[in-house]
T-cell receptor, first 114, second 114 residues
Framework: AQSVTQLGSHVSVSEGALVLLRCNYS??????LFWYVQYPNQGLQLLLK??????LVKGINGFEAEFKKSETSFHLTKPSAHMRDAAEYFC????????????FGSGTRLQVQP | DVKVTQSSRYLVKRTGEKVFLECVQD?????MFWYRQDPGLGLRLIYF???????EKGDIPEGYSVSREKKERFSLILESASTNQTSMYLC?????????????FGPGTRLTVL
């Protein structure tokens, strides 16, 4: 079975500062990893996904994430935070074996201060 | 654009009532999912369906059932609602059964059971 741990349920940054949201996974087989974002009063939408091609993945709205197998991590970053980035972010994992449904982390709420 | 709609944004029911949550997708997707979202717990999979009339249990199926009579519609049923089922319910769909498929989410139904 696979799992995801997101460190930090709340992260606060200043506008223009670096955003770093942490995600560590556990899987006995090669994982596929996803970051989804949920803006207030909306459903989730995909930011980016790692599907075993390039380890550095670029997504929408200037976000990117790097798959590091040695650290079992898939941290999400953005060089410069914007007020519109305030949202909840979820990391998720799946694999090719067993159930092909996503297993989500507990989420990180990002607050951006003016 | 893929559109996933859910029948209600907010729903208030009484303990013991039978509750139906409806989800419709308009992109001919094979797979549909029901998740429950609770603060600090992220999203947890209740049921999913890979085809019409097919269903599989997720991580927390107890107290729930589902129905998929048509490809575009996936219903979640609470046979006898209880207060511990007060939560946000999110429906999602994906095109095929691949592990790397993007899931598209509806806006959610916030259910309160009194």
């Amino acid at each position: 079975a696979q799992s995801v741990t997101q460190l930090g349920s709340h992260v606060s940054v200043s506008e223009g500062a670096l955003v770093l949201l942490r995600c560590n996974y556990s899987s006995s087989v090669p994982p596929y990893l996803f970051w989804y974002v949920q803006y207030p009063n909306q459903g989730l939408q995909l930011l980016l996904k790692y599907t075993s091609a390039a380890t550095l993945v670029k997504g929408i709205n200037g976000f990117e994430a790097e798959f590091k197998k040695s650290e079992t991590s898939f941290h999400l970053t953005k060089p410069s935070a914007h007020m519109r980035d305030a949202a909840e972010y979820f990391c998720a994992v799946t694999t090719d074996t067993g159930r092909r449904a996503l297993t989500f982390g507990s989420g990180t709420r990002l607050q951006v201060q003016p | 654009d893929v559109k996933v709609t859910q029948s209600s944004r907010y729903l208030v029911k009484r303990t013991g009532e039978k509750v139906f949550l409806e989800c419709v997708q308009d992109m001919d997707h094979e797979n549909m999912f029901w998740y429950r979202q609770d603060p600090g717990l992220g999203l947890r999979l209740i049921y999913f369906s890979y085809d019409v009339k097919m269903k599989e249990k997720g991580d927390i199926p107890e107290g729930y059932s589902v129905s998929r009579e048509k490809k575009e519609r996936f219903s979640l049923i609470l046979e006898s609602a209880s207060t511990n089922q007060t939560s946000m319910y999110l429906c999602a769909s994906s095109l095929l059964g691949g592990s790397t498929d993007t899931q598209y989410f509806g806006p959610g139904t916030r259910l309160t059971v009194l």
